[in-house]
């Protein structure tokens, strides 16, 4: 797909693009308290016959099936609500902000900043370098409050990373 723009615009094009994707999988997956609930009471009732026939090996193989897919929806339900918990701090900080920071201090302030970052950065960022720095963020990290984690955009990184890359250059 041809989007035209500056490279954040495209990037934010594309992102917005594919939120019915990501919508998509989310309904696929059903809810996350239920999944957990139910594979908690499945790794409760192979427990449970395990105590009954300790040598079963059958028993043995779903414990650790149903075992590790519990972990994995538990640490799943974990990055949703910290995800969730994010979203709303960034929504009352953002709001925060606004509330206080008004008028000529707030562009004061802005080229003060500014000025100390430009004389900091001494040299260019490399593709490579910007592209090891985001994949190197913690899949449970996000950005601002759209809804897009650092996972999701690791995830279709095949998709967005050149736009993505371009506009983060752009900034440089």
Same mark, same amino acid.
């Given at each position: ?20 994707? $990501? ?8 809810? *996350? &308290? ?5 594979? !908690?009471?499945? %790794? @409760? ?34 990055? $949703? ?8 701090? *960034? &929504? ?5 902000? !606004?509330?206080? %920071? @008004? ?45 897009? &984690? ?23």
């Amino acid at each position: 797909m041809d989007i035209n723009g500056v490279p954040m615009y495209r990037v934010n094009k594309k992102l917005k693009l594919l939120k019915p994707q $990501f919508r998509a999988i989310n309904r696929a997956q059903g809810k *996350l &308290s239920q999944n957990l609930a139910v594979l !908690r009471s499945e %790794v @409760e009732s192979i427990q449970q016959a395990l105590d009954q026939d300790p040598f079963n090996n059958v028993l043995r193989e779903q414990e650790v099936i149903f075992s590790r897919a519990f972990r994995n929806a538990l640490l799943d339900e974990e990055r $949703f609500l910290k995800q969730k918990a994010k979203v709303h701090w *960034l &929504s009352l900080e953002i709001g925060i902000q !606004r509330d206080f %920071v @008004e008028g000529p201090e707030m562009v004061e302030e802005f080229l003060f900043s500014l000025e100390i970052f430009s004389t900091l950065v001494i040299k260019l960022i490399s593709r490579d370098e910007l592209r090891m720095a985001i994949l190197s963020i913690g899949d449970d990290k996000a950005s601002r409050p759209d809804g897009f &984690s650092s996972k999701k955009i690791k995830a279709t990184w095949c998709i967005i990373g050149n736009e993505f890359t371009k506009a983060l250059m752009d900034l440089f």
